[in-house]
């Protein structure tokens, strides 16, 4: 397995063509194409976001191919997804800190919420719009009215956190791409790189600053904020859990306190979420790595 993972990564880092033709294969194949965004984090990784940028446009040419007839919600998400992977890809490989990027990341999330809100006065009524359009097609599909009921409630109930959700949905998908982009890299010419850079993930204050004064506003019923808080989240979250990794490996028994923690976050509820972005905000203010 690792020798295929070494072949394919030398032979995407050859030229730009063999590059765009490993994006292009994989990006046809209905289960793998999810790989053509890691050929792109990873060539723009390690060359830049110029070698980068044919990656992009060929896989860009394929979802607009693909989705030409039907231009719709899926095909927005697919774009959106593979420009983020791409311009986190090259901050990475510009600044070689993941800090510095996740923050990156929360505000391209916040700056994209407000230019939908610029193109959709009303995102309510798009938001409702889509949602029952899913429950058209969902319905078609599903025969027990219970779930269809179900799935209504909680439409109703993302209506107003949409943009913010999916935003964020993008961003963390786009950072799982870069992540497995990065293992990729790191795997074949820095084996212990990443462990050091995932460990030392931390907010800036300024970014926690934001992130505190955003969600305070949303608390006062501004619906907008609510979704600029909802992207600002996802880089204090990851910061948390980097925070609690670190402590939990100085344990004597790492490996089981460090498992069961990564269990209690993936079958925990949202609580454990929020505990991560406020140990992140903490650690914004007072560095505890300093004082391990």
């Not at 032979?11 to 209905?30: C, E, K, N, T």
């Not at 980068?52 to 919600?73: R, Y």
């Not at 969600?215 to 980097?242: D, E, K």
């Amino acid at each position: 397995m690792f020798v295929a993972v070494r072949k394919l990564g030398e032979f995407v880092l050859r030229g730009h063509f063999q590059a765009a033709a490993a994006a292009l294969v994989f990006s046809v194949l209905p289960i793998l194409s999810t790989i053509s965004l890691v050929i792109l984090s990873f060539v723009t990784l390690r060359k830049g976001a110029t070698r980068g940028l044919p990656v992009l446009l060929v896989i860009l040419a394929i979802n607009l191919g693909l989705d030409i007839k039907t231009v719709d919600f899926a095909f927005f998400f697919a774009v959106g997804l593979a420009v983020t992977v791409w311009l986190f890809s090259a901050s990475l490989h510009q600044s070689a800190s993941w800090s510095k990027t996740l923050q990156y990341a929360g505000l391209l999330g916040s700056i994209c919420i407000c230019a939908f809100y610029l193109v959709y006065p009303e995102p309510v009524q798009f938001w409702g719009n889509f949602y029952q359009s899913l429950l058209a097609l969902s319905s078609k599909a599903v025969t027990d009215k219970a779930t269809i009921a179900s799935m209504a409630k909680v439409f109703q109930v993302l209506i107003p956190i949409s943009t913010g959700y999916w935003v964020a949905i993008i961003l963390l998908f786009a950072v799982i791409k870069v992540f497995l982009a990065r293992w990729w890299q790191a795997s074949l010419f820095n084996p212990a790189g990443l462990g050091n850079e995932l460990r030392a993930i931390r907010i800036s204050p300024w970014y926690g600053l934001l992130a505190v004064s955003s969600a305070l506003i949303a608390a006062t019923g501004w619906t907008f904020m609510w979704n600029v808080a909802l992207a600002l989240a996802l880089p204090l979250i990851l910061a948390g859990i980097s925070l609690v990794h670190t402590c939990l490996e100085r344990l004597k028994y790492s490996y089981i306190a460090v498992l069961i923690f990564y269990i209690m976050l993936i079958i925990g509820s949202y609580i454990w979420l929020l505990i991560m972005a406020a140990v992140a905000l903490v650690d914004s203010v007072f560095d505890f790595r300093k004082r391990l």
